[in-house]
């Protein structure tokens, strides 16, 4: 316990240094262009690497298949212009349909 | 002290159509967000739940979908030519 509290701390204190750091060294000046333009790239790229780490598991290991429905059901009603909040609910109730009828033995 | 309200959800919920970002609207959201992740960070550590509570009722999606939902987000802005930093 004393080791998680100590790792919370210190990635609460590097988080505060962190998102200190960008207004306290640029102020209101803006991005230069080129930083301004692999700014603009990042989150796309971070994204999908959350996407693929999130889906493959741990160690890249854990994929469910299971969670492909839930996503699909997700990203359609997005399409649909549903609010975040209901595509995630959706994917989330697909998602458990899908493992209750694995576990019941129905498919 | 602004920088300290930048989490995932807020800075989407900040941008604009034009791509400007609503401060406001960044440090609303977070001030909402921040209470549940600290009762839900307690309640987690108080409870130690098993994986079968997230994983039964699928909630492990939560995330992926989240960040698939933000990644077609972001590709939908940027084909609008309106993906800018803050």
Not at chain 1, 58 to 64: L, P, V
Request: charged share 15%; aromatic share 8%.
């Amino acid at each position: 316990m004393t080791t998680m509290i100590v790792a919370v701390l210190a990635l609460a204190a590097v988080n505060l240094l962190y998102k200190a750091a960008g207004q306290a060294i640029l102020g209101d000046h803006p991005l230069p262009p080129r930083a301004r333009a692999v700014a603009d790239a990042l989150p796309v790229a971070q994204l999908a690497a959350l996407l693929v780490v999130g889906l493959l598991g741990h160690a890249w290991r854990a994929f469910d298949w299971t969670v492909l429905p839930g996503q699909a059901v997700a990203l359609f009603l997005r399409t649909r212009r549903f609010s975040p909040l209901l595509c995630v609910v959706a994917g989330i109730a697909c998602t458990a349909a899908v493992r209750l009828a694995l576990a019941g033995g129905c498919c | 002290m602004q920088g300290q309200a930048i989490v995932d959800g807020s800075w989407a919920v900040a941008q604009r159509p034009d791509a400007s970002f609503d401060r406001g609207a960044m440090f609303g959201a977070t001030m909402v967000q921040w209470p549940a992740w600290v009762l839900g960070t307690a309640i987690g550590t108080l409870t130690e739940p098993g994986a079968s509570v997230v994983e039964a009722p699928g909630l492990d999606l939560v995330f992926p979908a989240y960040f698939a939902l933000l990644l077609y987000d972001a590709r939908s802005r940027h084909d609008r030519g309106c993906c800018r930093s803050a």
